[in-house]
């Protein structure tokens, strides 16, 4: 009777043993999904918004982390530099190298549906840097000023238009806050997230900095996922309104301008530049056309094909017709020079299209454009 009894304890113990290693092994994908950490794409060497510096790891950085702890999940960043736009995405996010990518333009049509976003979580634009005490409520306060514009900007365009202002041509806005440092421009008309930052730096914050409206002036940035982790993002867009707060002193602490863009044509506020209709630049006529150089033609094509065929085909041929350019002289006629341009120097984020001004040099630009040119197909 008592070993029978002995057996009933040991067989009771023994399935209550494995009925609690079950469990466990049932409970342990929920801890470990917990226990991932979310992975944040980003650029080593972009500040303000972002890099591998821990003191300074930059604005986007800082949001991941705090967009992780508000999930309960640790925080890893994997880096990658975002010279190439879409291709960096997909190798990164698409290719489930990482989680979430911040400051993604907002736009319905980037990259297709294989991307999805949050609700916005920034204001991003451009902003006027002018001495302090400068009363600044519309361009014609600029007026008899020498004003610093990045080489193919919409500010170099807008300023064109005004025989009354100077404009100061720089390649990055790094190089224009140095003529004002230099005393070789008394403002700049430059990226906002860049004025800031670098009056915080550079200028030790004595500057203001004015966010600029108008067309082509302010977008709305928002946090991009592959559309593999809709859950995620409804994860995340839950817990951004608890962090509204945390973003805005994080964007006020990397000297991000603040306060919501005016629209054109809207009553002026102090703190902002209003631009009417007529201030909005007119066409340019393009120079006279030139046969190029076959040297210069074969140094374009070696630029071209070392780093725009990635997105644009090796020699331009690509089967996506809306990257296609071999068909810039047909979309654009006689303007093809000036988009052409003003797109590699400012670059179309809403399409993935980066910025390559202090990439490539304007020499590079125009032997890139010499090759383009041989190759145009109506």
């Not at 226990?35 to 800082?62: H, I, T």
């Not at 002036?217 to 946090?223: F, K, L, P, V």
Request: proline share 8%.
């Amino acid at each position: 009777m008592r070993g029978s009894f002995s057996r009933v304890v040991r067989r009771q113990a023994v399935k209550a043993c494995l009925t609690a290693m079950l469990l466990g092994a049932m409970l342990v994908p929920a801890r470990a999904w917990a226990a991932e950490p979310l992975r944040l794409c980003a650029d080593p060497a972009n500040l303000p918004f972002s890099s591998d510096q821990a003191a300074k790891p930059g604005l986007y950085v800082e949001i991941g982390r705090a967009i992780a702890a508000a999930l309960g999940r640790p925080s890893e960043t994997v880096w990658s530099l975002s010279y190439f736009g879409k291709r960096n995405l997909r190798e990164t996010l698409l290719a489930g190298q990482c989680d979430i990518a911040v400051g993604l333009p907002d736009e319905a049509d980037f990259m297709g549906p294989r991307v999805i976003f949050t609700k916005p979580i920034l204001s991003l634009g451009y902003a006027l840097l002018v001495p302090p005490k400068t009363p600044v409520l519309r361009l014609d306060d600029l007026a008899g000023r020498r004003v610093a514009v990045q080489f193919g900007s919409p500010p170099q365009s807008l300023l064109a238009t005004r025989n009354d202002i100077t404009g100061v041509t720089a390649l990055s806005p790094e190089e224009a806050v140095q003529s004002i440092a230099a005393g070789k421009a008394d403002a700049a008309f430059i990226w906002g997230p860049s004025a800031g930052y670098l009056n915080q730096s550079q200028l030790q914050g004595a500057w203001q900095v004015i966010p600029v409206s108008g067309p082509g002036m302010q977008w709305r940035a928002a946090i991009g996922l592959s559309r593999k982790q809709p859950a995620l993002r409804d994860a995340v867009d839950a817990v951004l309104p608890g962090l509204s707060g945390t973003i805005t002193t994080l964007a006020a602490a990397y000297g991000f301008p603040a306060g919501e863009p005016i629209k054109v044509g809207s009553a002026a506020a102090p703190g902002a530049v209003v631009l009417t209709t007529e201030d909005q630049p007119p066409p340019v006529a393009p120079s006279d056309a030139q046969s190029p150089d076959p040297k210069m033609v074969a140094e374009g094509k070696e630029l071209f094909n070392g780093t725009c065929a990635h997105c644009h085909g090796p020699d331009a041929v690509v089967s996506e017709r809306r990257i296609n350019l071999r068909l810039l002289k047909h979309r654009y006629n006689d303007e093809m020079d000036q988009v052409f341009l003003f797109t590699v120097t400012h670059g179309r984020p809403a399409k993935g299209m980066p910025n390559w001004t202090g990439i490539f040099s304007e020499d590079d630009f125009t032997r890139i454009l010499a090759f383009l040119k041989t190759i145009q197909q109506d």
